[in-house]
């Protein structure tokens, strides 16, 4: 139900965001408050600025080839005055009065204004590039190995033992794998820090290039690794990624030593009382402690923190009961960073309010949108949800109408060979076309390039949607059936044979696989038109004047 009510803030989350001055203010419209208004629902303000929100956030959400003109300004104003109808008369009943309504909001509030708080505190942060840089290597870092894999740990001591000697390790392993004595393969294969075992992780990464590992033991298995080569490949995105990283470890440590910073301005900590506090106790003796007054920490201007508010904090933290936590007596390791998690929420609202954040544009606007948010999901819920009723048959029935809007897309499952001249690939597909096993032409034509090559396309072993396959490659492989092979030739000058495996025809999905997903959408009109019409009718008690008549303008 969750999601349906995040979809119902249609006019919250749609209309509420970054403004552009998309309707232009030549109109003549009344300015209220020092802002220009288009429209007013019972006396109450929509601004200039609320409907280019809304107009902004409909443009972004356009589809590609769709055209400005075909925006519908007028829904975009309705949509507006039907937020505003249905906010007033969720106050008029006191949705906003009630209890749940009101802690959430506070919550909220101290939320957002520690946040705000601490944003302004970070926001001049930088990463330092060395460290990025360093984090960026480790995570782009690849390590070229070959490995042989023996059941038996004698055989792989004495493999070990013969490499060590000076025996050559590709002749070795090959002997070895003919014998059944071993598995592995003659070609190395890139692998990043990620991709191994920890042990095996920490091994190659005290090895050099050439050198061959002593033995390892990986569960009920024994491997034997020679790293072949080292490579950083370009990521852009693993870049941006460490960079982030470094910069929010710098936040976190500054935003911690801020904390500490307010701890020591305006609080005054009874060490001793703390040190003295046994939590290593019965559960009688703790809940004791939860009416326990004395006072644990003073803080300037605000009731004292005492060593039973700190008792409930520590209780809270456990969901299913201190008793297991009691019985192994791990409570008192947790009293000293459960007093700073509570000092730290109370010095940072502190400083916020000290700063007047409360008073900024940023936190009102913030809070109004929030309550505004809590007070529009609680009507949903509580009045128009109840009047809308579901029949499987109408489920049923759209299914049947829009088929076509539930179709599987076709799929393919393709395998490749790439080269770097035309007429290397074009022998090897006139052999694929005679009948030559894929298999055996991956590992036998001339002319190939190493597909971990930058730049190259790779498809494995994958099912793909042909629709997620690039545009090139879409038109090279139209029209392929099972066994077919195609040629491709990309921009960068690689030369591509394509083996089409297999082919999955688009098909309509099953009624069972898509009746939720259906549910979901006639459910979620239902509570649209429902919501509409109950703004109809407070129409007829709440006047609504529109002053922005050229809407396009």
Known sequence: MKQFFLVLRFTLVLFLLTAIHTLASDQKLPVIDGKEVVATVNGEPITLVEFNRALATMHTEMHEGDEAGKINYSKIMDRLINLRLILQEARNIGIDELPETQNAVDIYSQNILRGLLVKGHVKDIKADEEEIDKLYKEAVKEWKIKSLMFNKEEDAKKAAEEISAGNNFDKTAESLIADGKAKG?????????????????????????????????????????????????????????????????????????????????????????????????????????????????????????????????????????????????????????????????????????????????????????????????????????????????????????NVKEYMLPEMVRIKSLVFARRDDAEDALTALRKGADF??????????????????????????????????????????????GRLYADPKGHFYVFYIQDVFPSKPQSFDAVKEKIAETIYRDKINKAVEAYADKLKKFYKVKIYAKDLKK
């Open 185 to 401: 393969s003659a070609v190395g294969e890139y692998l990043k820090d990620r991709d191994l075992l920890p042990q095996v992780a920490e091994a190659v990464s005290k090895m050099e290039i050439g050198s061959v590992s002593s033995v390892l033991q990986v569960e009920e298995s024994f491997i034997i690794l020679k790293l072949e080569d080292i490579r950083f490949l370009e990521n852009p995105e693993e870049k941006e990624l460490a960079r982030q990283e470094i910069l929010n470890r710098k936040r976190s440590e500054a935003v911690r030593d801020y904390s500490d910073f307010l701890v020591e301005k305006y609080v005054k900590i009874d060490k001793k009382l703390l040190d003295s506090i046994d939590y290593n106790l019965s559960v009688e003796e703790f809940q004791k402690l939860l009416k326990d007054s004395r006072v644990i920490a003073e803080i300037k201007g605000e009731d004292p923190l005492t060593v039973g508010t700190l008792t409930e904090a520590i209780q809270k933290k456990y969901f299913h009961g201190v008793e297991t936590a009691l019985e192994r007596g791990r409570l008192n390791d947790r009293k000293e960073q459960m007093l700073k998690e509570i000092l730290y929420k109370k010095v940072l609202m502190k400083e916020a309010l000290e700063q007047a954040i409360d008073r900024t544009e940023a936190y009102t606007v913030t809070i109004k949108e929030y309550k505004d948010s809590i007070i529009f999901d609680k009507f949903i819920k509580n009045i128009i949800i109840p009047s809308v009723k579901m029949d499987k048959k109408e489920v049923e029935l759209y299914f049947n109408k």
């Open 439 to 484: 298999k055996w032409l991956s590992s036998s034509a001339k002319g190939q390039l190493d597909k971990d090559r930058e730049g190259i396309l790779r498809f494995g072993e994958d099912i793909l949607t042909k629709a997620s396959l690039p545009e090139e490659v879409q038109k090279a492989v139209a029209g392929s059936g099972p066994g077919d």
